[in-house]
C-alpha cells in the first residue's frame, strides 16, 4: 500500500514490541522498518540502468519473506549496539529490536499483497506474485483512523493502560475493515461471474478490483480466446451487476518472442495487457489490471508504459499521467462512486 500506511503499521508493531520499554521511540523505529521494503525503488534504480528492470525490482526480494528475516537479525544487531549505551544501558535487549524489525518488515509486504499490484513473496525461491485484489493501493478508510489512533497514543505515558488500548482501537478498527474489504470482494466476484453469463461472454480467466481510494467502485475485466472485456460496478448501483462491458482487442504491436522484456512485462501484469505501436520506435504498453479512462479508446489505460527500442532491448519513458485535470478526474471517480 501507500508508504504513509506502511509507516502507521510499521509504527504499530514498534509500539507494541517496544513501546512500554522506550515510549515514542518505538514508534519511530517500527515506522522506520515498515518503510524499508519500498526502498528497493531506489535500489533498483541504483542496481539497474533499464527503467523495466528496475521497475520490476519494486515489490522483489525487499518485498519477500527471506529479507524480513534476514534484515530483522542485521537491523536488530545494528540498532542494539547504537542504542544499548549510556542511559538507555540494559533497558532493551537484543532480541526486542530483532522482534520488532521483524515484524515491521514482514507486516510490509503481507499488507502488500491484499493489493491489486502484487507481492513476490518467496523471492529467490519462486517470483509468484501474490496479489489478493480486495483493496486498492491507497485507502483513506483504512488508513486515517489507525494514524489517529496513533498520534493519539502518543500523548500518554509509556506504561499507561491507555496507550494500549489506543493501538488495539487502531489494529482492530483497520482489522475490520480489511475484513469487511475481503468480503466485499468475494461478492464482488460473484456478481461478475454472474454479469459475464448473463452477457454471455465466454470466460477463460477474469480479475476484479476496487478502483483508487476506495472500496465501493470495482472494475473487472476477463479475458476471451480473442480479446478482452472490461466493466465496473458500484456497490450504490441500482442494479445488482456490472453494465455496459467493452471489448478490448488483444493488440500485440510487440510480442514475448520479439522482446524478452515484453515477456516479463505481461507476467507483471498478470498477462492482462496490449501494445500499440505510436510511431517509429515507439510503443505504449497498457496494464490492462487496472482501468481505462475512456470507454471509447481502448488505449487509454490509466497505468501505461511507453516504450522505446534501446539498443537490443526495450526501455521506458518517464511517466506521464494519463489525465492533465487531476481535479476533474476525481470528480468523474465520485460521481461514479455514487452509482447509476
Known sequence: MDSLTQIVLGAACGEAVLGKKIGNKALLFGAIG??????????????HHNEIDAMLFHRGFMHSILFSVLAAFLLGWFTYKLYNSGIRLHSTTINDWIKLFFWSLFTHPI?????????QLFTPFNNHRVAFNNIAVVDPIYTLPFLVCMIVLMFFNRKSNRRML??????GISSVYMLLTIGNKFYIDALFRKSMKENKINIERYSTQPAI????LWYGIVETDSSYFVANYSLLDSENRFLNFKELPKQRDLKPTDFYD??????????????????????????????ILDENDPNSSV???????????????????KFDDFETAMSNLWERIKGI
Not at 489506543?166 to 489494529?171: D, E
Not at 481510494?213 to 465501493?216: S, Y
Not at 515484453?262 to 496490449?274: A, E, H, M, T, V
Open 34 to 47: 515498515g518503510t524499508i521494503p519500498d526502498l528497493d525503488v531506489y535500489v533498483g534504480s541504483l542496481l
Open 213 to 216: 481510494f476506495n472500496n465501493v
Open 166 to 171: 489506543w493501538l488495539k482501537l487502531g489494529i
Open 111 to 119: 499488507l502488500d499483497c491484499f493489493t491489486p499490484y502484487g507481492t
Open 303 to 321: 497505468f501505461s508504459l511507453t516504450l522505446y527500442k534501446d539498443n537490443n532491448r526495450l526501455n521506458i519513458k518517464p511517466f506521464e499521467p
Open 262 to 291: 515484453i515477456k516479463n512485462l505481461s507476467w507483471f501484469s498478470n498477462y492482462y495487457y496490449s501494445v500499440y505501436k505510436i510511431k517509429d520506435n515507439e510503443y505504449q504498453y497498457n496494464d490492462l489490471r487496472y482501468p
